[in-house]
């Protein structure tokens, strides 16, 4: 059974930082890219970062392009997001989606999603 669990949201205020993590697990999976999605209430689910953890190549959405930072720690099956500059527009749920292999099998999973909050 693979397991994405995240950590790290919550209130902070415009201009401020967060941290949120995300770790994977599972018999037989092997992990081949982690990001992180985030959506706001009533609008779709948007990819903000993502990284290849061979390789660590990166892609980021514009509007969060020289803000947020994603890193992976490759041993621990893990990714974090370093977000600065924070602004409200950047409030809504992060989720946590991580793409791999069980087998031959193409899979993606999803984390339960941490709010964050950017308010004053």
């Known amino acids: 059974q693979v397991q994405v669990v995240e950590s790290g949201g919550g209130l902070v205020q415009p201009g401020g930082s967060l941290k949120l993590s995300c770790a994977a697990s599972g018999s037989g999976f092997n992990i081949w890219a982690m990001g992180w999605y985030r959506q706001a209430p009533g609008k779709l689910r948007d990819m903000v970062a993502e990284i290849i953890l061979s390789e660590g190549s990166t892609d980021y959405a514009d509007s969060v392009k020289g803000r947020f930072t994603i890193s992976r720690d490759n041993a621990k099956n893990t990714v974090h997001l370093q977000m600065n500059s924070l602004k409200p527009e950047d409030t809504a749920t992060y989720f946590c989606?991580?793409?791999?292999?069980?087998?031959?099998?193409?899979?993606?999973?999803w984390g339960q999603g941490t709010q964050v909050t950017v308010s004053s």
């Open positions: 989606k991580v793409d791999g292999n069980i087998g031959d099998a193409q899979v993606y999973y």
